[in-house]
């Protein structure tokens, strides 16, 4: 029995795959379910912020209000959504937002949504995977497990 699962909620379809994936336990095992938006730094030509790596750019209300009304939409698709679910807006860099938010949370899962067409999705799921100490789930359009990885073992 899972008691938490994060799902990290961009516009691709993948991310709604991964939705339904955790929806489906959450409902047999009465997980909770956090579904976290990362809004990435946008480029404001801020010289000194980009030359020091300074973030360009904090969430604003605009952003915030965005955001939760896209996971609002995201969850409502999956009708009478019958589990527990929290929604989380963070900005910062995708990979490192996701697993800071996967160890502040102490969720036991990550299941993430991933279309391989992307060729950045390696990279980015290496990232994470190695930088979080919970078990990630890697899913495709049809809900199909394209990577499991557990801390402390091989990848299956």
Known sequence: MQNSILIPMGKKSASMAALRKARGIAQHDHTRLYLLHVVEPRETGDVLGAATGAATHA???????????????????????????????????????????????????????????????????????????????????????VLEYSPGSSDT
Request: hydrophobic residues 40%; glycine residues 4%; proline residues 3%.
């Open 59 to 145: 969430l604003d209300k605009e952003d915030v209000a965005r955001a939760e009304a896209f996971l609002e939409e995201r969850w409502n698709r999956l009708n009478e959504p019958m589990a527990a679910v929290n929604f989380l807006i963070k900005d910062g860099k995708l990979s490192e937002t996701i697993a800071e938010e996967a160890r502040r949370l102490k969720v036991d899962t990550i299941i993430m949504g991933t279309s391989k067409s992307s060729p950045k999705w390696e990279g980015m799921i290496g990232k994470i995977r190695k930088s979080t100490p919970c078990k990630l789930t890697i899913v495709d359009e049809e809900e199909h497990v």
